[in-house]
């Protein structure tokens, strides 16, 4: 596995090694003790979650306060624009993003750390997004950031698609300003 540091310190993009030939590829996906040693971390997942979204899908920004979560993410089917954005008070890069194209060809995943909103925007005609957590669910715990916060600036790839398909939800989130994060 190789490990691509990102603008933002603790953000990582991970490129497995892939073996391929004219009958298809298999790679591993993941091995809990090369993740840990690579990253220098040691992390315990709990949770794999699956969407499916289609084009236009912008999902995020999501976090949880109380119970913060770190994310392995991964498409196997499609293409996204994956974001992350540090939502710690404390930290020098507090309210800065990094996002980056996951696909099922490039098949790169990205980790994003506790303390990090997160949100994708879908680009092919559908996308399967995988992702693993370090700590459970917790509804009453999940925050979010308005995924357009003028503050923030994320460069949403729409591609003259208009405006994306948000939930009630986010399109109610309020902007970093006026959010709760970390301290």
Same mark, same amino acid.
């Not at 091995?31 to 084009?55: C, I, K, P, W, Y």
């Not at 404390?90 to 098949?107: I, K, M, Y």
């Given at each position: 596995?190789?490990?691509?540091?990102?603008?933002?310190?603790?953000?990582?993009?991970?490129?497995?090694?892939?073996?391929?030939?004219?009958?298809?590829?298999?790679?591993? $996906?993941?091995?809990?003790?090369?993740?840990?040693?690579?990253? &220098?971390?040691?992390? @315990?997942?709990?949770?794999?979650?699956?969407?499916?979204?289609?084009?236009?899908?912008?999902?995020?920004?999501?976090?949880?306060?109380?119970?913060?979560?770190? %994310? /392995?993410?991964?498409?196997?089917?499609?293409?996204?624009?994956?974001?992350?954005?540090?939502?710690?008070?404390?930290?020098?890069?507090? +309210?800065?993003?990094?996002?980056?194209? /996951? $696909?099922?060809?490039?098949?790169?995943?990205?980790?994003?750390?506790?303390?990090? @909103?997160? +949100?994708?925007?879908?680009? $092919?005609?559908?996308?399967?997004?995988?992702?693993? =957590? =370090?700590?459970?669910?917790?509804?009453?715990?999940?925050? &979010?950031? @308005?995924?357009?916060?003028?503050?923030?600036?994320?460069?949403?790839?729409?591609?003259?698609?208009?405006?994306?398909?948000? $939930?009630?939800?986010?399109? %109610?989130?309020?902007?970093?300003?006026?959010?709760?994060?970390?301290?």
């Amino acid at each position: 596995m190789n490990a691509i540091p990102t603008g933002i310190p603790g953000v990582v993009i991970l490129e497995p090694k892939v073996f391929g030939d004219d009958r298809g590829f298999f790679f591993e $996906s993941f091995n809990l003790e090369v993740f840990n040693r690579t990253l &220098g971390l040691d992390v @315990a997942f709990v949770q794999d979650n699956h969407s499916r979204s289609a084009q236009g899908v912008l999902r995020g920004l999501h976090y949880q306060i109380g119970q913060p979560q770190g %994310k /392995l993410v991964r498409v196997v089917r499609g293409a996204v624009f994956d974001v992350a954005v540090d939502v710690r008070r404390s930290s020098p890069t507090f +309210g800065r993003w990094v996002g980056f194209d /996951l $696909s099922e060809e490039n098949h790169r995943q990205l980790w994003i750390p506790p303390g990090f @909103a997160h +949100g994708f925007y879908v680009l $092919s005609s559908s996308a399967d997004f995988l992702y693993k =957590t =370090t700590d459970y669910y917790a509804p009453a715990l999940e925050r &979010g950031i @308005a995924w357009n916060d003028p503050e923030i600036g994320i460069a949403w790839p729409t591609r003259g698609q208009g405006r994306p398909l948000v $939930s009630v939800k986010d399109g %109610k989130a309020p902007r970093l300003v006026d959010a709760q994060v970390f301290p």
